[in-house]
């Protein structure tokens, strides 16, 4: 009798861990299945590591949703490591990510937490919280405590609407973190995280109108990166010979929507064209 094989039976190579019975977390699946893969348990080297630093990202409410945007540049120490670099992503239908710090590290927790939330939806039936879903990210972030140590620190800013929120229109909130995972509501509804958020929350400080709509928003957002821009080197303006502009992300009760570079293009070279007739701002 010729002897069983892997393929004969489907799913006889796969470890035993694939089949027991498990949580709705699917980062606590990986700790038993595969910890290697998890951004905070890999062999970390002793000393500074120098690697591409994401920048500026903004977030802020506005009537309907909330809004999350940031520049596209990634640095190494003082040279540009990429222009075009995203650093906003959308997570599921009703959250985002942007992600400031170690661009490597925080682009694949960012990944891992989209799965997080698409697996804990595929074993409960229901989409996880608002607030779980900051909880899970913050989670995560503990877990690369010990690069950040090295400077290898991630530092997201989650953006969420609610839908069982009482007041549809002050559904959409803004959390931001600490490199040790600490989390905090930004009751004022706005936030920057990044080497040019000292100035981007100047601006934001100044210009925020929670009750404006998405399409003054996003102008805020672009205001606000462009003030970080003028003053931070790290921090990518628009760039309208290569046409590179912000990647921005709205979410309402439709849902979560990155808008197209032909929208931010357009919204980006009325800001220039407003700061040449008025370089003061």
């Keep these: 009798m010729e002897p069983t094989s892997a393929r004969s039976q489907p799913g006889a190579a796969l470890p035993a861990a694939y089949f027991s019975l498990g949580t709705s977390s699917f980062t606590d699946f990986l700790r038993v299945a595969a910890p290697d893969l998890l951004p905070g348990r890999r062999a970390l080297p002793e000393g500074r590591v120098e690697a591409p630093h994401g920048t500026t990202i903004v977030a802020l409410t506005f009537a309907d949703g909330v809004l999350i945007a940031g520049d596209r540049r990634a640095t190494m120490g003082n040279l540009i490591a990429q222009r075009d670099i995203e650093k906003?992503?959308?997570?599921?239908?009703?959250?985002?990510?942007?992600?400031?710090?170690?661009?490597?590290?925080?682009?694949?927790?960012?990944?891992?937490?989209?799965?997080?939330?698409?697996?804990?939806?595929?074993?409960?039936?229901?989409?996880?919280?608002?607030?779980?879903?900051?909880?899970r990210l913050?989670?995560?972030?503990?877990?690369?405590?010990?690069?950040?140590?090295?400077?290898?620190?991630?530092?997201?800013?989650?953006?969420?609407?609610?839908?069982?929120?009482?007041?549809?229109?002050r559904a959409g909130r803004v959390i931001s973190y600490d490199i040790a995972g600490g989390r905090y509501e930004e009751v004022g509804g706005y936030h920057a995280v990044g080497s040019g958020s000292l100035f981007a929350k100047s601006a934001l400080k100044k210009r925020h109108d929670p009750n404006a709509d998405a399409d003054a928003a996003v102008r805020t957002a672009i205001e606000a990166l462009y003030d970080a821009a003028d003053d931070d080197t790290a921090t990518g303006g628009?760039?309208?010979?290569?046409?590179?502009?912000?990647?921005?992300?709205?979410?309402?009760?439709?849902?979560?929507?990155?808008?197209?570079?032909?929208?931010?293009?357009?919204?980006a070279e009325a800001v220039v064209a407003a700061r040449r007739e008025n370089p003061g701002g």
């Design 238 to 267: 628009p760039d309208l010979s290569r046409r590179i502009f912000p990647v921005v992300v709205t979410i309402t009760a439709e849902g979560a929507v990155r808008l197209s570079d032909e929208q931010t293009g357009a919204v």
């Design 88 to 135: 906003v992503f959308v997570t599921d239908e009703y959250s985002a990510v942007g992600i400031a710090g170690t661009a490597g590290i925080a682009i694949e927790m960012v990944r891992l937490f989209a799965v997080e939330l698409q697996h804990y939806e595929k074993i409960e039936g229901v989409p996880l919280s608002l607030d779980g879903k900051a909880n």
């Design 138 to 169: 913050a989670n995560m972030l503990r877990g690369n405590l010990d690069g950040a140590m090295i400077g290898l620190a991630v530092l997201p800013l989650f953006v969420g609407y609610d839908p069982d929120a009482a007041d549809p229109r």
